[in-house]
């Protein structure tokens, strides 16, 4: 009986080395502003629906866009289990909007954090190519906790105009990607609001790289009733997914969904109306590696 107990102990542990999940997501919560509190989408309206949400999916780890300094502190404050890693895009320290990365400091460990800006400055804020506003990307390597294995984490906001920016900023990434992850060898995750849909052809500079994969495509199951921007219009269908999650070759997709979960506040007429949590929706993945 000892033996079969101690055989099944080893077991388990070699089955915890070989594989590691993760629940995974990109989540733009939209920056906090004055227009949105009179139309009624503020973000003291919309941060605990998006807190909750986070709490009810229990991502291991997930990227933010458009998060100012201070919504990232009213976020942790109701994700207690979360820490975050990032700067803002404006000056490398607290100033514009963030690429943040939130991670389960429970379950694993930021080992080196960084970031870089798309532009052809990337060691120093600024405008790259045609774009209209300062882009950065933030970056962690983190190392869980039970098993030992490591990856990488990247996240980015591309530009929504610069048409150029867009495509020289996917190529610096990429190339950042490569060197990190010795040509996919190890694992690494990439998400964020590229700002185009999978049609595009920039999208393919991603897929047919043969260092990254599309969790929607691999994923054995999916539930992905819309596509990932909705204006706050939440009537609004669309198949384009313009945030994405990308994984390493090696990474197995088990599950992928785009979530439309919404709220409800009253209106002027004091009836209750469905609001949604932000002007994208966000996506999640569980990935085995």
């Avoid at 080395?17 to 989540?27: D, F, H, K, N, R």
């Avoid at 780890?61 to 289990?81: K, N, S, T, Y």
């Avoid at 506003?133 to 990488?152: A, E, N, P, T």
Wanted: proline share 3%; hydrophobic share 35%; with cysteine.
């Amino acid at each position: 009986m000892k033996r079969i107990i101690l055989i099944s102990m080893m077991c388990m542990a070699v089955m915890s080395i070989v594989a590691q999940e993760l629940t995974v997501g990109s989540y733009n919560i939209r920056y906090k502003n004055r227009d949105d509190s009179i139309r009624g989408n503020g973000w003291v309206a919309r941060c605990g629906p998006i807190c909750n949400q986070i709490k009810w999916e229990r991502p291991d780890i997930f990227g933010v866009q458009e998060a100012l300094h201070g919504q990232l502190g009213d976020m942790l404050a109701q994700l207690p289990d979360y820490r975050w890693t990032g700067v803002g895009r404006d000056d490398g320290k607290t100033r514009g909007e963030y690429a943040a990365i939130f991670y389960n400091a429970q379950r694993m460990e930021l080992l080196e954090e960084g970031h870089f800006w798309l532009s052809e400055t990337p060691d120093r804020p600024g405008l790259g190519w045609d774009a209209a506003c300062v882009r950065i990307c933030s970056w962690g390597h983190f190392r869980m906790k039970d098993s030992g294995r490591d990856f990488y984490f990247l996240n980015l906001h591309m530009d929504h105009i610069g048409v150029v920016a867009r495509s020289e900023s996917a190529r610096l990434v990429m190339k950042r990607i490569t060197e990190m992850t010795d040509g996919g060898k190890k694992l690494a995750v990439l998400t964020g609001d590229f700002n185009v849909p999978q049609t595009n052809e920039l999208y393919s500079l991603f897929t047919q790289s043969g260092i990254l994969k599309d969790c929607y495509t691999s994923a054995e199951m999916r539930f992905a009733e819309n596509g990932t921007y909705n204006g706050f219009d939440y009537h609004v269908y669309s198949d384009e997914r313009i945030d994405h999650i990308f994984v390493t070759p090696a990474t197995t997709v088990n599950a992928y969904a785009v979530r439309t979960d919404g709220r409800w506040q009253e209106d002027m007429n004091l009836k209750m109306s469905r609001c949604n949590l932000s002007d994208h929706y966000p996506v999640f993945a569980r990935i085995k590696f």
